[in-house]
């Protein structure tokens, strides 16, 4: 897989060790020494991933990190930290690194995570889903049937996300209240069968069938045919 991946680490040593590695696993291999020509050249050049040491002189990984945030939030970045450094790695995590590894690591278990990523990075976001003629776009949480908008509340439009997502496939009301619910809440609950009954209502129209269809004693489905 193609793809440049800038290192931004102060450590020569293990700068010339991610280079020589990471070619040899078949990406192009871009370095900073610092975290102000680092930023640079990630805003830069086209970059496709960052692999970001936390502890950088000067300008530091956490302040790289919220500017590549701020300037390019699609790219993805890995972050390195020292062995013991559980805050760094949580700060990161926080700060929108999307993955991280602690020193020492493998190149190769490197080299898996970037994959991973570029692999993520490289699928467009998901920002609509389609049933039949229902439309649900999750950007905007905007519901249609057949053009016309229907307005839910914050459990229905999950429960119907997780419908439509899972489209033609039985649910049981156990899968679709953990899916929507979570697993705390009580088994012996009616919560599906009465949104369902919700969902149902105002996705109705007069000429047409309801697209969740009841699966007797199992639960339902999402009826994806048009
Ligand atoms: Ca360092």
């Known amino acids: 897989m193609p793809g440049l991946v800038l290192v931004i680490e102060d450590e020569p040593g293990i700068v010339d060790f991610l280079e020589r590695g990471l070619r040899a696993h078949g990406f192009q291999v871009a370095s900073a020494l610092d975290g102000l020509s680092g930023t640079e050249k990630a805003l830069a050049e086209h970059v496709d991933l960052v692999v970001l040491d936390m502890m950088l002189p000067g300008r530091s990984g956490l302040d790289v990190l919220a500017a590549l945030r701020d300037a390019k939030p699609a790219l993805p970045v890995i972050v390195l930290t020292a062995l013991g450094e559980v805050e760094d790695r949580i700060v990161g995590l926080d700060a929108g690194a999307v993955d991280y590894l602690t020193k020492p690591f493998s190149l190769s278990e490197l080299a898996a995570r970037i994959r991973a990523q570029l692999r993520v990075a490289s699928q ?12 649900v776009n999750l950007l905007t949480r905007e519901v249609r049937r057949a053009g016309r908008l229907v307005r839910l509340s914050t459990t229905e439009f999950e429960l119907l996300v997780y419908l439509v997502r899972n489209r033609g496939a039985v649910l049981s009301r156990e899968q679709i209240l953990a899916a929507v619910w979570g697993y705390e809440y009580d088994p012996g609950t009616n919560v599906v069968d009465v949104y369902v009954g919700y969902l149902r209502r105002k996705l109705h129209d007069d000429d047409r069938r309801t697209p969740i269809v009841t699966v007797r004693s199992v639960g339902y489905r999402f009826d994806a045919t048009d």
């Open 124 to 135: 467009a976001p998901l920002t609509s889903l389609r049933g039949g003629d229902v439309e």
